[in-house]
């Protein structure tokens, strides 16, 4: 019997079809790699923060040598100099500054990402990887209404990608001083219910005002609510007393559940955000680091964040898996001095310069409230080397997706551009073309890297930016500067009248990422 030949035909192309989709899937999967991937983020830590990046005045040997074996980029960037917004745009490969409440969130704030966005780690569960965020969180944790403290913290990490989580929630800063392991806070006793508000519970309730003279370690702004080993924090708590921690104590945790969980899961692919509260404030750091420099404990802490970056490769190394897995070092915002505690940073700091040759840290968006230590290691692939390439973190989501074979949906990451023949330091290969700052996102400050060239825009007119060379300064700025970061890195001298063509181009182009509601 024959088949009527428009059958034929019709089942021919179709298998065709159907063979040329397997073929290009197949090819696809051989183009795909999945290393594992860990991504430590640094809290506060500014470019020149590193003897890597050139601090002369104290050493810093792990992510040194993490430096010296990968790609060191000197235009590393995260994108916005405070937490929440970097965070946010780390995981979900879109500029904070497109969604409403994605500033510094305060200890009741609900969760920041909504469970069905595409975030870095739900693309990597897509690519087959085991997933989890272990350390600061600072995203928000439960519904509309704010975290169930005693009860189930949904939506959390594990709703938005992240298979485990052993969080710090907001930061240390801030109360609650437990951990939340999963959806739940860990060791916490239903007899002793967590309480957690911005009000004074009772009229007898000590703080850092009524009890200063406990302290062990004083507040210089904020900082004065509830009192919790010796240190007085944002925000009010009772209860919830055999789930606290200590600070002393979360370098050490941060590094014993990594260790943990990397030994569980090394026989699959892994994507572990590793988050570091070092350097945040309070600056407690273990006591076998305090006075482990001579600039106090600013500087303890970074000594005490690259111990943890040794025990972290030094497990890989154990566990004979260094040479495929891709480490990412990097910072949610640049460095500042006196964040709220008399810990002495600025008055020991010497010769050091936590921004290195920028203006700026955290809070701001010059160039040293988002430009920071950026560093890519992969053992056997990665060639060592300096990079000049602008990179963002902003990008990973971007970057893994295509390394390990993901498509990315259009609606998917609106910021977030592939960039990973970069991160993976190959010959030739090309960063971004631009880049957008921000600062915490509510007061309209923007940054524009084009280039050698910078624009800053400062929509609101008390425009804030912290100079951490000497004090904390609120500067008052025009509403656009033009520099020439070749020329000035320190973004002292303003070309917006004298390059007008530039000025009117970036101007525009500014406005244009800013209103198009996206980059990618
Ligand atoms: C500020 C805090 C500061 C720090 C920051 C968040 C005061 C006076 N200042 O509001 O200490 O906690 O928020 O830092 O309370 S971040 O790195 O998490 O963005
Ligand atoms: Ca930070």
New binding site residues.
């Given amino acids: 019997m024959r088949l009527p030949i428009f059958l034929f035909k019709d089942l021919s192309s179709k298998l065709v079809l159907r063979w040329a989709v397997a073929l290009l899937g197949f090819s696809f999967a051989l183009g795909a790699e999945k290393p594992n991937v860990i991504v430590i983020m640094a809290?506060?830590l500014g470019y020149g923060d590193i003897s890597a990046y050139g601090t002369k005045s104290f050493q810093t040997p792990n992510i040194d040598k993490l430096a010296k074996g990968g790609q060191r980029f000197t235009n590393g960037y995260c994108s916005a100099s405070?937490?929440?917004p970097t965070r946010y745009s780390f995981l979900t490969g879109t500029y904070a500054f497109r969604k409403p409440n994605t500033g510094?969130a305060p200890p009741n704030s609900p969760a920041l990402i909504q469970p069905g966005t595409e975030t870095l780690p739900s693309v990597m569960q897509k690519a087959g990887y085991r997933t989890a965020v272990i350390g600061k969180w600072?995203l928000g944790l439960g519904g509309p209404e704010g975290p169930d403290w005693n009860g189930e913290l949904k939506p959390g990490p594990r709703e938005i990608g992240f298979d485990y989580n052993f969080l710090l929630p907001t930061?240390n800063?801030r109360v609650p001083q437990v951990f939340v392991e999963n959806s739940r806070v860990l060791n916490l006793d239903p007899k002793d219910p967590l309480w957690v508000g911005n009000k004074k519970p009772s009229d007898d309730h000590p703080t850092g005002l009524t009890h200063r003279d406990s302290l062990k370690m004083d507040w210089t702004?904020?900082?004065n609510s509830t009192i919790h080993n010796g240190i007085s924090r944002?925000g009010f708590y009772t209860g919830g007393h055999a789930a606290r921690f200590r600070d002393e104590d979360l370098a050490d945790e941060w590094v014993n559940q990594s260790v943990k969980w990397i030994e569980a899961n090394k026989d699959e692919p892994f994507f572990l955000f590793f988050s570091s509260h070092d350097l945040?404030?309070p600056r407690i750091p273990h006591e076998r680091f305090q006075g482990a420099t001579d600039l106090g404990y600013r500087a303890d802490s970074i000594v005490q964040l690259d111990w943890c970056v040794g025990e972290l490769m030094k497990t890989l190394d154990r566990l004979k898996i260094a040479d495929n897995t891709l480490v990412v070092f990097c910072s949610?915002?640049g460095p500042v001095m006196d964040?709220?505690y008399a810990d002495e940073a600025l008055e020991r700091v010497g010769k050091h310069r936590a921004a290195g040759p920028y203006t700026g840290g955290?809070y701001s968006v010059y160039e040293g409230g988002t430009r920071t230590p950026f560093i890519t290691h992969w053992k056997g692939r990665i060639q060592p080397g300096v990079s000049r390439q602008l990179v963002s973190t902003i990008d990973f989501a971007g970057s893994l997706a295509a390394l390990t074979g993901v498509e990315l949906d259009d609606d998917a990451c609106l910021d977030s551009i592939d960039v990973m023949d970069a991160l993976l330091g190959k010959p030739g290969a090309k960063g971004r073309d631009h880049l957008v700052q921000q600062d915490n996102g509510k007061g309209g400050n923007y940054g524009l890297r084009v280039g050698k060239w910078k624009l800053q825009r400062h929509d609101s007119k008390s425009a804030r930016n912290l100079v951490v060379e000497t004090h904390l300064a609120n500067t008052k700025v025009p509403e656009y500067q033009l520099f020439d970061l070749s020329k000035d890195p320190a973004e002292k001298n303003d070309l917006y009248a004298k390059e007008a063509k530039v000025a009117k181009r970036l101007t525009k182009q500014l406005a244009g990422l800013i209103d198009k509601g996206r980059s990618r």
Wanted: aromatic share 0%; hydrophobic share 15%; glycine share 10%.
């Fill in positions: 809290d506060d405070t937490c929440t510094i600072h930061t800063d702004h904020g900082h944002i945040h404030v949610d915002n964040d709220g955290k």
